[in-house]
Structures are given as structure tokens and as C-alpha cells.
């Protein structure tokens, strides 16, 4: 428990600082989700020390939910940089044809 607890300190600073790449490193998606999804139901089940299983419970929601924000920022930028790589293709391409262009013209004119 002591160990999900340092994961999860973890996990919310490098949030704090924007670390998203560190974070996204960090975390090992369906498996360590399922780990956790166990751990909360093991611990619902639990009889001792209602106050920890309640708030371990809280606290792995939280973290979920975190998780689920930090992989739809990383896919938004995922997006963000497909997009900017295809405007940078298009744009080439454009210079590319200007040049060429350009130089017909220009040979044209001498010739």
C-alpha cells in the first residue's frame, strides 16, 4: 500500500510540473490499471481501517481520472503534431511547385 501511495505522489507531481512525457512514461496503461482495479476491490472489501480503504479507494479513482486526462492530452498533441508535420509536407510541396515553376518561367524567358 505504502508503495501505490509513493507511485501516486509521484504520478501528482509530475502532473504539478507538466512532466507529461516523464508521466506518460511512468505509466504501464491496462496492466497496471487492472492492478489497481484490483487493489480497490480488494481493499472495498477489506473490514479494517475503514478511513485508509476509503480514502486509497478516492485516491485511485482521482488517479484514474488523471490518467484518462493525461492520455487524451497526449493524443491531442499526437494529433497537434501529425497536423503540423502534413501542413509542413503541404507547404513543401507548394515551394517545390512555385520553384519549378519559377524556373520554367525563367529558362523560358532566356532561351
Known amino acids: 500500500m505504502q508503495n501505490l501511495r509513493a507511485r501516486t505522489l509521484v504520478y501528482r507531481q509530475l502532473l504539478q510540473q507538466e512532466a507529461w512525457v516523464q508521466l506518460a512514461e ?26 485508509e480503504r476509503e480514502q486509497l479507494v478516492a485516491e485511485l479513482q482521482q ?19 501529425l497536423a503540423a508535420i502534413l501542413a509542413l509536407q503541404r507547404s513543401r510541396h507548394s515551394l517545390d511547385r512555385h520553384l519549378r515553376s519559377s524556373l520554367a518561367t525563367l529558362v523560358d524567358r532566356i532561351g
Open 26 to 51: 511512468s505509466v504501464n496503461g491496462a496492466e497496471e490499471a487492472a492492478a489497481w482495479e484490483a487493489l480497490a476491490s480488494l481493499m472495498k472489501g477489506a473490514p479494517e481501517l475503514p478511513h
Open 63 to 81: 488517479l484514474r481520472s488523471e490518467r484518462e486526462e493525461l492520455q487524451a492530452a497526449l493524443q491531442a498533441a499526437r494529433a497537434r503534431t
